[in-house]
């Protein structure tokens, strides 16, 4: 993983829904930043020290925008944070990979980093992803999620019934049908694909890792296999395409 897009939440009611706003990437020992499409459209504002929307900003150092979104290692925490992630404390990984996984998430905006999908050795559409929604749900659902298992099978639904946003994907437990969280919403347009393409013996999700000591946005890591359908192209709609010319807009592995 070398590539990362950037998702952002708009503020308003009537703008719901996550879209990508931007990509980084590094090459070598550059790390590259640039705005999509989707930072076109209403609502959205230019990142600080990154204004122009039609510039490729480079930098040795990953730009503050990323790097205030890892944690230190001298918090107490950090351990705790790689862990909850899959990371091997004594074999820290690339920020860039850590990011991937932890998604960026802060609690005082509203932008998350995301890596695209590339197909693994087998040709098949691998993917982690954290729960979201979690923090919606009723004590008795918080409470299922505290006994979920690793390796334990759930389930994808399309929500078709959703009044805020008729593209969500929830997922839920294969025993009791329940409703435990969403998959990320920048992921659902993929996911829906792969839903109606796939054989559903294919497309298979459980859980990775449940961290009872985390926060909710990291509480369930989830991980999914699915095929990867002839002519599949993830993260391929118009909101993901780079606004400065000559920048290729397919994903870098």
Known sequence: MNSLFVAWRPPMPDQTGWRPVG?????????????????????????????QL???????????????????????????????????????????LVLGVTEGIRQTDAVEVFPC?????????????????IRWLPDAVLERIEKLEVDEPIKLMLDLQNKVDPQAVAV???AEQM??????RYLAYDVWHLVQRCDIDFIELYVARVNKDAPLQNR?????HACWPDGFQPCSSEDFAPIPAGVPSRCVG
């Open 117 to 133: 999908p590339v197909p693994d050795v087998e040709r098949c559409y691998f993917n982690k992803f954290f729960l979201h929604g």
């Open 54 to 96: 039609d510039q490729v900003y480079e930098s040795e150092e990953l730009f503050p925008l990323f790097a205030n979104r890892l944690l230190s290692e001298s918090r107490p925490e950090y351990e705790a944070y790689m862990r909850w992630s899959g990371f091997d404390i004594d074999n820290p990984p690339d920020p860039i």
């Open 179 to 184: 409703q435990i969280g969403y998959v990320p």
């Open 23 to 51: 990509r980084l990437e590094r090459d070598g020992e550059l790390y590259r930043f640039c705005y999509t499409q989707g930072a076109k459209k209403p609502g959205f504002r230019a990142f600080a020290q990154m204004e």
């Open 220 to 224: 369930v890591l989830c991980r999914m």
């Open 172 to 174: 839920r437990t294969e």
